[in-house]
C-alpha cells in the first residue's frame, strides 16, 4: 500500500527565512511524487512533480524538492519566504502501476510572518 | 484554456438527500478522477472514469456514483447524504498518456445539514 507523511501540520517562519517542508512516503514501486498548493477555497495547483528524471525537482515560484529514495522523502524547499507563500501544501504519491490514482498527505499550513 | 471547472462553487443540502456535481475536464484531457477532501484533510480518492466506464474506485460506498459523458465532463452523484459527507469535492483531469499531469479544478464545497 502506498501512502504519504508530512511532518508537521502548521509550520511557520519568518519573511525571507528557508521554508522546509517534509514529505515522507510508502511505496512498493517506484514512485511518482509531487507537491501541490492550495490557497483558501481553492483548489489544488502543482508546484512540482517528480518522475524518475533528476532527482532535483524545480517548481513555480521559486520551490525545489529532492527525491531520497534511501530517505523514502520528498522534501519541499525554497530559499527565502515570500509573504505570498503563506497557504496549505500537499504532498502526494502515485505508483507506476496505478499511475492515476493519487495519494495525498494531510497537509501542512506554512505560516509566514512578517 | 479554461483548465478544470467544477459547479456549482457551493452546495447546501439535508440530510437523505442526494446530489450531482459537474466537473469539466482541461482541453485535450480524457481522463476525470474525483477526490473528497474533509476539512483539515488530504484530498481522497473516491474514483476515475476513462471512455465513460469507471476504471478505479477508492474506498468508498456505493452511494457515491459517477459519469462520463462523450465530451469527457463527469458528474459524482452522492445519494443519501450524512453530515459526514460534507468536504470539498474536487475533479481532476489528465490525457491518459500522462497519467502524471494531473489538474485539479477549484472544487464543489458541500455542506450537509
Known amino acids: 500500500a502506498q501512502s504519504v507523511t508530512q511532518l508537521g501540520s502548521h509550520v511557520s517562519v519568518s519573511e525571507g527565512a528557508l521554508v522546509l517542508l517534509r514529505c515522507n512516503y510508502s511505496?512498493?514501486?517506484?514512485?511518482?511524487l509531487f507537491w501541490y498548493v492550495q490557497y483558501p477555497n481553492q483548489g489544488l495547483q502543482l508546484l512540482l512533480k517528480y518522475t524518475s528524471a533528476a532527482t532535483l525537482v524545480k517548481g513555480i515560484n521559486g520551490f525545489e524538492a529532492e527525491f531520497k529514495k534511501s530517505e523514502t522523502s520528498f522534501h519541499l524547499t525554497k530559499p527565502s519566504a515570500h509573504m505570498s507563500d503563506a497557504a496549505e501544501y500537499f504532498c502526494?504519491?502515485?505508483?507506476?502501476?496505478?499511475?492515476?490514482?493519487?495519494?495525498f498527505g494531510s497537509g501542512t499550513k506554512l505560516n509566514v510572518k512578517p | 484554456d479554461a483548465g478544470v471547472t467544477q459547479s456549482p462553487t457551493h452546495l447546501i443540502k439535508t440530510r437523505g438527500q442526494q446530489v450531482t456535481l459537474r466537473c469539466s475536464p482541461k482541453s485535450g484531457h480524457d481522463t476525470v478522477s474525483w477526490y473528497q477532501q474533509a476539512l483539515g484533510q488530504g484530498p481522497q480518492f473516491i474514483f476515475q472514469y476513462y471512455e465513460e466506464e469507471e476504471r478505479q474506485r477508492g474506498n468508498f460506498p456505493d452511494r457515491f456514483s459517477g459519469h462520463q459523458f462523450p465530451n469527457y465532463s463527469s458528474e459524482l452523484n452522492v445519494n443519501a447524504l450524512l453530515l459526514g459527507d460534507s468536504a470539498l469535492y474536487l475533479c481532476a483531469s489528465n490525457p491518459l498518456a500522462a497519467p502524471y499531469e494531473q489538474y485539479f479544478g477549484p472544487g464543489t464545497r458541500l455542506t450537509v445539514t
Open positions: 502526494a504519491v502515485s505508483v507506476r502501476d496505478n499511475f492515476n490514482k493519487f495519494y
Open positions: 511505496s512498493s514501486v517506484p514512485p511518482y
